[in-house]
């Protein structure tokens, strides 16, 4: 079974430290690009990072650009998350999701079940 | 950044309707167009990619339909599981983007 389980998070003070992680199974892990999406309590879907299979090519948001870094061990199959200077507004619960392609069209074909955030002193 | 609108925001409906859900982008993404389902607690989950392909395993009643900038999730006869929050999500241009979703409740 393709599974995607995201653990790490719990309630940090606000310029605080977490590390998110993702465990892969089920799929070659190394052949994907993967993302991290965050949502806010009762908001939408915010697109946090991306980092290709090779980590070659990473991306990030501008709200977490200069405090978070995402890596990935291909070894073990996981993806990481590492998020500095929390805010407030870094509440969230974390997805981890799979990048897919169609042809040339890209999609969010698998995701975790998520972990939560909290930045509150 | 690209800006996804969606509408409307909410809607109430009853059980055997037709549904439509619009989806606009601030500018042409082609065919680069994917709506998600999420219902409470659970994490997003992917019904149709490139604008109009059914993911595989989700019912036939859910349909995707446009290109350039408008979009369109129609479900033909919703059923009491299909009550969710619906997000549409650009894949053209990073950052990709979502629509702020529409939620659709029992009327």
């Known amino acids: 079974e393709v599974q995607l389980v995201e653990s790490g998070g719990g309630l940090v003070q606000p310029g605080g430290s977490l590390r998110l992680s993702c465990a892969a199974s089920?799929?070659?892990?190394?052949?994907?690009?993967m993302n991290w999406v965050r949502q806010a309590p009762g908001k939408g879907l915010e697109w946090v990072s991306y980092i290709s299979s090779s980590s070659s090519t990473i991306y990030y948001a501008d709200s977490v650009k200069g405090r978070f870094t995402i890596s990935r061990d291909n070894a073990k199959n996981s993806l990481y998350l590492q998020m500095n200077s929390l805010r407030a507004e870094d509440t969230a619960v974390y997805y981890c999701a799979r990048w897919d392609f169609c042809t040339s069209y890209p999609y969010l074909a698998v995701w975790g079940q998520g972990t939560t955030v909290t930045v509150s002193s | 950044d690209i800006q996804m609108t969606q509408s409307p925001s909410s809607l109430s409906t009853s059980v055997g309707d037709r549904v439509t859900v619009t989806c606009r982008a601030s500018q042409s993404i082609s065919s680069y167009l994917n709506w998600y389902q999420q219902k409470p607690g659970k994490a997003p989950k992917l019904l149709i990619y490139a604008a109009s392909s059914l993911q595989s395993g989700v019912p036939s009643r859910f349909s995707g339909s446009g290109s350039g900038t408008d979009f369109t999730l129609t479900i033909s006869s919703l059923q009491p599981e299909d009550f969710a929050t619906y997000f549409c999500q650009q894949s053209y241009s990073a950052p990709q983007t979502f629509g702020l979703g529409t939620k659709v409740e029992i009327k």
């Open positions: 089920g799929f070659t892990f190394s052949s994907y690009s």
